[in-house]
Nanobody, 116 residues
Framework: QVQLVESGGGLVEAGGSLRLSCAAP???????MAWYRQIPGKERELVAR???????TYSDSVKGRFTISRDKAMNTVFLQMNNVEPEDTGIYYC???????????WGQGIQVTVSS
C-alpha cells in the first residue's frame, strides 16, 4: 500500500514558524501536490497547492504567510508556515495526485497547534 509520510508538525507560538514535509514513493508521478487542513468545527479546506510546473495557489487566509514548494525529485512537498496565528491550529493533511493510477493519496494528518 502506498503511503505518504508527513512530518514537522507540533506546537508553536503565534508569530512563529513551522515547516511541514510530506514524502511519497519515487516510482510514481505527481502532477499536483497539496496541503489541506481540518480546523475543529469546520470542514477540511485546501491550504495550498502546487503543480508539477510549480504553479501555486493559496487560500486567502494563508496567502503571504505560507509557502508551498516541492523538491527537485518531485516526490516531496513542503509547507513553510510563517507568522502563524491561533486560527491556523488544526490537522494538516498532505494530498498528492498520482498520474499512473489517476487517483489521490492522502497522508495520515499531522497536528499543528498555535498558542496565543
Amino acid at each position: 500500500q502506498v503511503q505518504l509520510v508527513e512530518s514537522g508538525g507540533g506546537l508553536v507560538e503565534a508569530g512563529g514558524s513551522l515547516r511541514l514535509s510530506c514524502a511519497a514513493p519515487r516510482r510514481f508521478t505527481y502532477p499536483a501536490m497539496a496541503w489541506y487542513r481540518q480546523i475543529p468545527g469546520k470542514e477540511r479546506e485546501l491550504v495550498a497547492r502546487i503543480t508539477i510546473a510549480r504553479t501555486t495557489t493559496y487560500s486567502d487566509s494563508v496567502k503571504g504567510r505560507f509557502t508551498i514548494s516541492r523538491d527537485k525529485a518531485m516526490n516531496t512537498v513542503f509547507l513553510q508556515m510563517n507568522n502563524v496565528e491561533p486560527e491556523d491550529t488544526g490537522i494538516y493533511y498532505c494530498n498528492m495526485q498520482v498520474r499512473e493510477s489517476n487517483s489521490d493519496l492522502w497522508g495520515q494528518g499531522i497536528q499543528v497547534t498555535v498558542s496565543s
